[in-house]
């Protein structure tokens, strides 16, 4: 892990590749969480995390999914659904510190999960398609995974 500040130095000169996860359930509802940090605070997200150096991809998928959301990557076939880009006015580690993802967002069904994590978002939701796209809580990019043909 690096250090705040070097971490500082960059998030501010380089991009960050990330990965998402689009969660639906059985009812064709999307999960999503009430984002705690920034970028996006206070917005309903999907859940994610950053890919960390010398971590290959399948690695940080099994990490990710675990941390976030407390799933085992083994019950899950992840399907790739693109790769977007997210541009931020700020990030978590400065106000002034514009932040860029680079994500790589799956798709997975479940059909039961309990105890979600609480270090990146506050409380969950899960919503039928038509209201994401119509909720001003949901963060635009959020909404950019569902538009079909479209990679950000």
Not at 90 to 96: E, G, P, R, W
Not at 122 to 146: A, P, T
Request: zero cysteines.
């Amino acid at each position: 892990m690096l250090n705040l500040e070097t971490f500082k130095t960059v998030v501010e000169n380089t991009p960050l590749i990330s990965i998402d996860f689009i969660v639906r359930n059985k009812e064709d509802k999307i999960l999503l969480g009430k984002r705690l940090n920034k970028p996006a605070q206070d917005f309903l997200f999907t859940l994610g995390g950053r890919v960390y150096k010398d971590e290959k991809l399948e690695n940080a998928k099994k990490r990710i999914l675990k941390n976030e959301i407390g799933l085992n990557i083994d019950d899950y076939n992840p399907k790739f659904k693109g790769v977007f880009e997210h541009f931020y006015d700020d990030s978590f580690v400065d106000d002034n510190i514009t932040t860029h993802y680079v994500n790589l967002a799956y798709e997975i069904n479940v059909s039961y999960i309990q105890d979600l994590p609480k270090a990146q978002h506050n409380s969950y939701i899960w919503l039928r398609l038509n209201e994401l796209i119509d909720s001003n809580q949901v963060h635009r990019y959020v909404k950019d995974y569902f538009k079909t043909g479209e990679n950000n």
